[in-house]
């Protein structure tokens, strides 16, 4: 351990307060408050609050301390009440009451921290002693507080002014029970009850608040930890416990799930906190060995959480940045897994003995202006500054460590020193960069990366910086001397509200601890780093980056901060594979795309050329390039080279993807009205963003902004939507994808919007962008819609270029698809007869080999509904051809479409009945279908309907000639057929259904003259084959005879 001289000794906090000066009477004090249920107490003195109720008026003067109060006070100050009772037999009574009035603490914020689990104590919540919560919202819980608080209040005021003997202690926990003035907490912690509210919030599983007490519980052991009390520490052993005690541990390890999102940032505060704790400067040999011991424990613990939340990372020890000699810790690196518990184990063997580290964090002198050494690990920089080489993680954990126990000086001390270590580095690299700059470009490729990424890391280095300059530009110099909690008002800081305290001498002129946060910030977000593996890891980097922005983005830019973004906007484009907006860089490097959406609207107002080159350059995702990089094995400063055929799976793509997608919207909204803005983005967009649903997106979005109702259409705007629609239909022309016809439908609508030449020139080239089908049935249907015309305006002269264009590209689609597309084809052509005719041969073309009878059906019932009832005839013909009607399908849907192909032929005449007679008897083998066909032709004469206006001879035709006698014949074979195949599987229960069908056969026989001997043979036959089935013949010769 360094010399305590060098920082502030840690604060005792003793029971009884200074400040009770020679006007206080017995019982009665300077300022503070007693115990209480929770809530807080304040005022100025006991004394006001005393005449406030009435018990002491004002201006009265007071009388000194007895003296037994006195020797009281400093027996408590000493020892704890037990240990006093345990150590004197008798003591008078009178004695130990005013011991034990004594014992308890006077510090408001002391009281608060033991009965609240909020830090603060703005509300009285559940407390580690066991206070009670308030029920009902905000408002009930401010009205509950209140409540509670004028009661406590009014107990101090009548037990200093003697008026009561006993007090009842509600909530807070025993200070009776408490440590001596060596201990350096002040109040015994209720260790069983932490234990049972910590299991009570993990077994209800993330539900009923239970994650944010949990959080509340982390915030309080900060706020000890802050106050240096050894509770605080406690209190995190027993957290822990119970954590790794959680039985859905093993459940999740034995199912292969991973834990909930909200669950795996607890354990990652959790790790965190430890590492706070063992980095503490102060701490004894003996407490680290002992959290040392515990932390190894539970690290070798089967199911204790993997660092990453998935899998064990390969990475060295990185931690361990300062030589710390040969009891380096070797336990931890060597298992193959990480632990959220790592890197507090190897924190473990951290110190605070460096001499340059002991001079930076305790003064605001220490400078060097005639050292000159510029290596890469020079101590101070040209201006004579210190500078703090170390891992930059482990360094911002000590800035981390020194804020949370109460150092803030110190950590803003050492944080601007780090700061000015990135920077110089930033400079460095740079220049490294150009050194090497033509080799780079010219081989395109790189595999120069940070494997460890500062955004998205477990120990949140940027976040720590920041948070710390944050703080100490919102705070005065006395507060700032003090406690101060950063964790409240963070990013409510404006750009003129920042104050320079004594460290300001290391910043540049005209800069400030705003200007420093907001610098650090950029770099770490700029920081070229490459994708962690694992589903968890890479969502923490997306929510740590989205989280800093959205910190940034509540500081208001002024002329100052906005030459910080400029200076970092250019390092970063000029600065190779050391950035991540760099010109080469690794092609699994993190994407920056949320960051340039953030740069870009910043520096627009201020400096629009740089925004959008910095968006243009942010706007690749090397990770979907087809290219692979080649072997580039330089090793630059902090800087690792990763075997280029490494790919791990990129989890959050369909994340990374649409935020590419909002920073390429804003860009074109942006754009508006600017003809080379807009198509430099769309270059853009058309090169690197390679999801179609994206690009049609973006494709509306530009439509809709080019298309507002409070201004003309956006032309330029408007052929860029139609240019990205047009790409779209290109990439899902040959893959699956269920919006395609509403991709269709919205390009049409665009092409309308854009101009009648639009439509014509996607016509021309249909077969680039859609199927026939879509082709006919929706572009060149809509284009010839009355509303498309309408909404163009067009002449008669337009009107018949835009439809002969309709009926070119469907004769087109109907040669090449004539199934889907013929129809589609006929009816587009209807009015131009010579293109009618052309699509009505191409369907005859194809109905041999390439349609189907339903196809034919449907075309030759649009032509008998057209009024071409002979060419209807002939493609019912055809599709007879293509039809097989097997004996038990009578429930074909084909049946109706035979039916009127028969009646249609009907109609027509006894020539067109007996020739399509012959090919039903081939393609219909169903005895139901025949007699209906044959009871429907003997009903009427053929040509006696005379839909077609042809006239007929009258007569019926006979059944015992052609056709009739054919089909005759064939339905009274099938039926023998079908009697005999149903016969062959059939049960009981279908005895009765096959009566009725024998019945309707007989109907069928006696329509021939000999009708009534065949079907009497017929029935014969089933009684002689089938008389074993004794019940069905039964019933045969009962209907029968």
């Not at 003995?353 to 002198?365: A, G, T, V």
């Not at 190779?576 to 994407?591: A, D, F, I, N, T």
């Not at 849907?893 to 109609?907: G, T």
């Not at 006696?1006 to 039964?1034: P, S």
Request: glycine content about 6%; aromatic content about 8%.
């Amino acid at each position: 351990m360094a010399e305590r001289g060098q920082l502030p000794p840690p604060a005792k906090r003793l029971c009884c307060r200074p400040g009770y000066g020679s006007g206080c009477r017995p019982g009665q004090r300077a300022g503070g408050a007693g115990p209480g249920s929770g809530a807080l107490c304040a005022g100025p003195s006991s004394a006001a609050a005393a005449a406030a109720l009435g018990l002491l008026p004002l201006g009265k003067t007071q009388s000194p301390e007895s003296l037994l109060d006195i020797a009281a006070r400093k027996v408590a100050e000493k020892w704890p009440f037990q240990r006093v009772e345990e150590r004197f037999e008798r003591i008078p009574e009178p004695v130990q009451r005013r011991i034990v009035y004594w014992s308890f603490p006077r510090s408001e914020r002391e009281i608060c921290m033991y009965s609240s689990f909020n830090t603060g104590a703005e509300d009285p919540a559940a407390a580690p002693g066991g206070a009670a919560t308030a029920p009902g919202g905000a408002g009930d819980a401010a009205a509950a507080a209140d409540e509670n608080r004028l009661p406590f209040r009014r107990g101090i005021a009548l037990l200093d002014g003697g008026c009561v003997d006993n007090v009842l202690q509600v909530g807070a926990p025993d200070p009776t029970a408490g440590a001596s003035i060596d201990d350096e907490n002040c109040w015994h912690l209720d260790e069983e009850q932490v234990q049972e509210q910590v299991k009570l919030f993990l077994s209800q599983g993330g539900y009923h608040g239970s994650g944010k007490q949990l959080n509340l519980l982390f915030a309080k052991v900060r706020e000890m930890l802050k106050m240096r009390d050894s509770n605080g520490a406690r209190m995190l052993t027993l957290i822990t416990e119970q954590f790794m005690a959680d039985p859905r541990l093993s459940l999740w390890r034995q199912q292969g799930t991973a834990m909930t999102d909200k669950y795996r940032q607890l354990w990652d505060e959790l790790g965190a906190l430890w590492m706070c704790i063992v980095l503490n400067p102060h701490c004894k040999l003996e407490q680290k060995a002992s959290w040392l011991k515990q932390l190894k424990k539970w690290n070798s613990v089967d199911v204790c959480p993997w660092e990453d939340g998935n899998h064990g990372n390969e990475l060295p020890n990185l931690t361990n940045a300062l030589p710390q000699g040969a009891n380096a810790n070797q336990d931890s690196s060597n298992r193959p897994h990480r632990t959220v518990f790592t890197r507090a184990i190897e924190a473990c063997d951290l110190h605070w003995q460096d001499s340059h580290l002991q001079h930076i964090i305790s003064s605001d002198l220490y400078t060097n202006y005639c050292y000159h050494d510029d290596t890469e690990n020079s101590l101070f920089d040209s201006h004579g500054w210190p500078l703090w080489h170390e891992h930059v993680p482990t360094a911002c954990a000590r800035v981390d460590a020194l804020r949370s126990h109460g150092y803030p000086r110190e950590a803003l001390r050492l944080a601007i020193a780090i700061v000015n270590t990135l920077r110089r580095q930033q400079q460095k690299q740079l220049e490294m960069f150009r050194a090497q700059k033509k080799e780079l470009l010219h081989r395109g490729v790189t595999s120069i990366t940070n494997l460890e990424g500062w955004v998205g890391h477990p120990l949140d280095p940027i976040g720590t910086l920041f948070s710390s300059l944050m703080e100490a530009c919102r705070v005065d110099d006395e507060s700032f001397h003090g406690f101060s909690d950063f964790t409240e008002n963070m990013g409510q800081c404006k750009s003129l509200d920042y104050q320079h305290l004594p460290a300001h001498k290391f910043l540049e002129e005209g800069e400030s601890y705003l200007t420093l946060a907001v610098e650090v910030a950029l770099i770490g977000l700029g920081q070229q780093r490459i994708m962690p593996d694992g589903l968890y890891a890479q969502e923490k980097v997306c929510r740590n980056e989205e989280q800093l922005i959205s910190k940034l983005q509540e500081i208001e830019l002024d002329d100052t901060l906005v030459k910080i973004f400029r200076k970092q906007a250019v390092f970063l484009l000029e600065a190779g594979p050391y950035s991540g907006l760099g010109e080469v860089v690794h092609r699994e490097s993190v994407p920056m795309h949320t960051f340039a959406k953030y740069l870009f609207t910043s520096l627009l107002p201020h400096d629009a050329e740089l925004a959008y080159k910095t968006a243009l350059r942010a706007m690749r995702l090397l990770v979907l390039e087809s290219t692979a990089p080649s072997g580039d094995m330089s090793r630059p400063h902090h800087i690792a080279s990763v075997v280029p055929n490494r790919y791990p799976r990129w989890f959050t793509l369909s994340h990374i993807e649409s935020q590419q997608c909002e920073l390429a919207s804003t860009m074109l909204t942006a754009a508006k009205g600017d003809v080379r803005r807009l198509e430099t983005v769309l270059e853009s967009i058309q090169k690197n963003i390679h999801s179609s649903s994206h690009i049609f997106k973006l494709a509306q979005d530009a439509f809709k902004i080019a298309t507002l109702m409070d201004s003309l259409p956006d032309i330029t705007l408007l052929k860029v939507s139609l240019e990205l629609g047009l790409q779209v239909m290109r990439m899902t022309l040959s893959t699956l994808n269920w919006r395609r016809r509403e991709m269709v439908r919205w390009l049409v609508t665009c092409a309308t919007e854009v101009g009648v030449y639009a439509l014509d020139s996607i016509m021309q080239n249909w077969f680039t962008l859609f199927t026939p089908t879509e082709a006919t049935s929706i572009v060149a249907t809509t284009v010839m819609s009355n509303s498309t015309i309408v909404r163009l305006h067009l002449d008669c002269h337009q009107q018949e270029k835009l439809a002969g264009s309709a009926r070119t590209l469907a004769l087109q689609c109907a040669m090449k698809d004539p199934q889907n597309c013929a129809l589609s084809a006929l009816t587009l052509c209807e009015k131009d007869h010579i293109a009618f005719e052309t699509a009505y041969q191409i369907v005859l073309d194809a109905a041999t080999t390439g349609m189907s009878y339903s196809q034919l059906f449907t075309i030759a019932r649009y032509m008998e509904h057209r009024g071409y009832p002979m060419r209807a005839y002939k493609l019912a013909t055809l599709a007879m051809t293509h039809l097989n009607l097997s004996y038990n399908q009578d429930t074909h849907p084909a049946i109706n479409d035979v039916l009127w192909a028969c009646a249609l032929s009907h109609s027509l005449g006894k020539n067109e009945l007996a020739a399509i007679i012959p090919l039903v008897v081939k393609s219909v083998k169903c005895a139901t279908v025949l007699s209906d066909i044959l009871r429907r032709c003997t009903l009427t004469t053929p040509g006696m309907v005379g839909l077609h206006g042809r006239r007929n001879s009258g007569k019926l035709m006979s059944l015992d000639k052609a056709p009739l006698r054919q089909l005759l014949d064939a339905t009274i074979g099938a039926y023998i057929n079908t009697t005999h195949s149903r016969l062959t599987h059939i049960s009981p229960r279908h005895y009765s259904e096959f009566i009725e069908f024998l019945s309707k056969a007989r109907e069928t026989f006696l329509m021939a003259h000999d009708g009534h001997i065949q079907f009497t043979q017929f029935i014969d036959n089933l009684k002689q084959i089938y008389k074993g089935k004794k019940k069905l013949m039964m019933l045969v010769r009962e209907r029968f005879g």
